[in-house]
């Protein structure tokens, strides 16, 4: 699930689309279909094109209300996978 947050991230990890048809669903599902992003914004302030968001792990973010940063949708762990240490995860089977 994508949740919208205010993050500082590590701008190294990050990749554009500038083109001002798509819009904030078109972002969405971009990231959700690529197994390497892991968040998205949009790129230009009227809520088109989009930038997104890779990293190899979270020491690359800095989740924090407090602090300025950009707010973006991070794609977040609200179901029943659970995340381990080294980027792994494993899916817990019913």
């Known amino acids: 699930m994508f949740t919208k ?8 990890n990050q990749t554009y689309d500038d083109n001002q048809n798509i819009s904030h ?5 971009a990231c959700w279909s690529d197994c390497n992003c892991n968040g998205f914004a949009e ?12 990293w190899n792990s979270f020491k690359d ?14 794609l977040e762990n ?5 995340l381990l240490h ?6 817990n089977f019913i």
Do not use: P
């Not at 790129?43 to 890779?54: E, K, L, N, W």
């Not at 800095?62 to 973006?72: C, W």
């Open 5 to 12: 947050k205010t993050l500082r991230i590590n701008y190294q």
């Open 25 to 29: 669903s078109d972002c969405e599902a």
């Open 43 to 54: 790129y230009f302030d009227d809520g088109t094109g989009c930038s997104f968001y890779h």
């Open 61 to 74: 973010i800095i989740v924090d209300d407090s602090v300025y940063g950009q707010e973006f949708y991070i």
């Open 78 to 82: 609200k179901g029943n996978i659970t």
């Open 86 to 91: 080294h980027g792994r995860s494993i899916a």
